[in-house]
């Protein structure tokens, strides 16, 4: 928690929030810090924004509300003045001391990528070091897959409780190889993705997950326990298992709340927290959507019987 206050806090101070903004960390990577956060202010004070701490690292920002006329600023003076349109995506070099002057409501995502991340990712691929990524200050880019991985963010900043963070590590180290590969140069693998985990390293893996099933664990501490990289673990569990790390532990909360349902004296609000869920609620959304029906309607047709909903 401190990791996420100390850069919510810079974020906050950055855009004059009066509170610092939701924010998520994650350590995907072995000698990286990453990190999302949401802002937005619908009253600002005009002027322009604070200096983040200068830092070889990037922040990507998927912008989710129109902004005419922004004034974009590199190391003390305007580079450029444009109109920001809802649902593209800009990046910042923290070198360069970016700033922009904030006289109108604004709502967006900043994705915090530090360059050792980006050197992570290019030496688990074995590629050469990727240099400076590929942008134009204040030039925002049509970013389909950035968009659909900040909706999954948004949702998760929202209601922290019910992020597992797994889900997270995942979600930020597909963002990390997407901003590489894109904007770095990074080549992608060629061919399909061969060989899993060694079935007593599968076994050791889903054991430990299973132990966790309010998803606490990181992908960085459970790879590391294998001595591999986060992205090579959480492919070979795929190849595996069928399924990424976080989306097998949900189909085992699942499981788990089947197995308990078959007991008649428990309420489901007491399954859905027995089975790392955050509360009822979220046990209903993700069961219904994974099952196809409600658990309480499982759990009649199982039982054959009435049952109440709580």
């Given at each position: 928690?401190?990791q996420?206050g100390?850069?919510a806090q810079k974020?906050?101070?950055f855009?004059h929030?009066?509170?610092a903004?939701?924010t998520?960390?994650?350590?995907?990577?072995?000698?990286?810090?990453?990190a999302?956060t949401?802002?937005?202010?619908d009253?600002?004070v005009?002027g322009?924004?604070d200096?983040?701490?200068a830092?070889?690292?990037?922040l990507?920002?998927?912008?989710?509300r129109?902004?005419a006329?922004c004034?974009?600023?590199e190391?003390g003076?305007?580079?450029?003045?444009?109109?920001?349109?809802?649902?593209?995506?800009?990046?910042?070099?923290?070198?360069?001391?970016?700033?922009?002057v904030?006289d109108k409501?604004f709502h967006?995502?900043?994705f915090?990528?530090?360059?050792?991340?980006?050197?992570?990712?290019?030496r688990?691929?074995g590629?050469?070091?990727?240099?400076e990524?590929?942008y134009?200050?204040?030039i925002?880019h049509?970013?389909?897959?950035?968009?659909?991985?900040?909706?999954?963010?948004?949702?998760?900043?929202?209601?922290?409780?019910?992020?597992?963070?797994l889900?997270?590590?995942?979600?930020?180290l597909?963002?990390t190889?997407h901003v590489?590969?894109t904007?770095?140069?990074?080549?992608?693998?060629?061919?399909?993705v061969?060989?899993?985990?060694a079935?007593?390293?599968?076994?050791?893996?889903c054991?430990r997950?299973e132990s966790?099933?309010?998803?606490?664990?990181?992908l960085?501490?459970?790879?590391?326990?294998?001595?591999?990289?986060?992205?090579?673990f959480?492919?070979s569990?795929?190849?595996s298992t069928?399924?990424?790390p976080?989306?097998?532990?949900?189909r085992?909360?699942v499981n788990t709340?089947?197995?308990l349902m078959?007991?008649?004296?428990?309420?489901l609000?007491?399954?859905?927290i027995?089975?790392g869920f955050?509360?009822?609620?979220h046990?209903?959304?993700?069961f219904?959507?994974?099952?196809?029906v409600s658990?309480?309607?499982?759990?009649r047709?199982?039982?054959?019987?009435?049952?109440?909903?709580?």
């Open positions: 928690m401190t996420v100390a850069f974020v906050g101070r855009l929030l009066k509170d903004p939701p998520l960390v994650t350590r995907s990577l072995r000698s990286a810090e990453l999302v949401e802002t937005r202010n009253h600002p005009p322009l924004s200096s983040m701490p830092e070889d690292a990037y990507v920002s998927l912008k989710l129109d902004f006329d004034e974009c600023w190391r003076r305007c580079v450029t003045k444009s109109d920001i349109r809802a649902g593209a995506t800009y990046l910042y070099d923290l070198k360069r001391d970016p700033s922009y904030i409501p967006s995502l900043f915090h990528l530090p360059r050792s991340a980006l050197d992570d990712m290019a688990q691929g590629a050469p070091r990727i240099g990524l590929a134009q200050p204040g925002g049509d970013d389909m897959t950035i968009r659909h991985l900040g909706a999954s963010f948004l949702a998760a900043l929202r209601q922290p409780e019910e992020a597992n963070q889900f997270v590590d995942h979600v930020m597909a963002l190889a590489a590969t904007y770095g140069g990074l080549r992608r693998a060629v061919g399909p061969r060989g899993g985990l079935p007593w390293q599968a076994k050791r893996a054991e997950l966790d099933l309010r998803g606490k664990l990181s960085e501490k459970i790879a590391a326990e294998f001595d591999l990289s986060v992205s090579h959480s492919r569990f795929r190849v069928g399924l990424p976080h989306q097998w532990l949900l085992q909360r709340a089947k197995q078959t007991v008649r004296d428990l309420s609000s007491e399954i859905a027995a089975a955050a509360n009822q609620s046990f209903t959304r993700v219904s959507s994974v099952v196809g658990p309480g309607m499982w759990r047709e199982a039982q054959g019987a009435p049952e109440r909903e709580t």
